[in-house]
């Protein structure tokens, strides 16, 4: 059974969706708080101190609600669990290595740094080239 992959629809909102959505919801309050001002100047008595006390808020709620912007979302954050690797059951059987390419290992050793008769280099054999730039 394979892991679940994660759906594209988990992806947030693209940004001017969600800047779009608080400039309607900003610009809203500030219609209500024109109301409100608008009503303070035609009503008398304590629903005018009402309006004026919404007009006086309404402006520092407006900027909160509309500075929340994409922080209201909640997103899945559970570690993944990876899965094991399924085992190897036995390893093959290791091929004889090959002395050198196109040649068998029982030709002998032709070349002057093989001198172990398995036609493979030992370690600091072969030739030193020294090589000058000019």
Known sequence: MSEPVPSITSAPEPLAVDQARRTRSYLIQMSIRVVCIIGAVLVDGWVRWALVAAAVVLPYS????ANAGRDHTTHDTSPVTPQAA??????PEAAPPAAHQGRAA???PDDPGAADGTGRLSHGSGRVINHVDD
């Open 62 to 65: 407006a900027v909160l609600v």
């Open 106 to 108: 029982d030709d002998g």
């Open 86 to 91: 399924p085992m190897l059951e036995e390893l």
